[in-house]
């Protein structure tokens, strides 16, 4: 029940989206078009509800709770930031409005794009731990919860690996192809201590 509401989740994230900018952009029904995109949050209200729901009846926490936690900590972190994309886009293609902006690809800004998105994965991450040590606490069986705690040990990992790939933009800045090379591929020449070069 749980994995199917997750899919329903997911299915009605993308239904709720495409509405909601059909009827601001097409339609040109600003107003209902925002309420409808204002309705996504539920989503995750409900499937919260219902796995507290399962818990509570009696059902023994499982990969499906665990995996539950993770959708929604992930859909609360990066839902704006898609809804905001695909809001760009669909603005561009069917409304006249101005290019999307698109990531930078190289240097500190670059660096700093990929900070961000580590910063939504490790927001997710901790939200998933939090509802996943909620979970924990109210079963209270140690035995039972233990593939809650593994979620949260791949919660933990999966954080990890965020903040090294951000820092690795910043330690190592992704540079322009050929960048520091001329038309030959050669090192630019460098001027010597009495400004000629060699």
Known sequence: MVVTLIVVCEVAFWV???LGLVLRYLAR???LGAAVLLCEPLLEVLLL???AVD???GAEPDWKHGLAAVYIGFTVTHGHYMVRWADGHFAYRFAGGPPPVKP???GRARAAHEWRMAARAVGAGLIAVVLLQCAIWYVGDGEQTASLTDWQAKM????GICVLWAASYTIWPKKPRGAGR???GAEPSRPTSRGTTR
């Not at 933990?156 to 954080?159: E, K, P």
């Open 29 to 31: 029904l600003p107003r």
């Open 156 to 159: 933990g990992w999966l954080m």
């Open 182 to 184: 001329d038309a030959h």
């Open 55 to 57: 818990l509570r009846n």
């Open 49 to 51: 509800a219902v796995t």
């Open 104 to 106: 930078p690809k190289y």
């Open 16 to 18: 709720l989206l495409g």
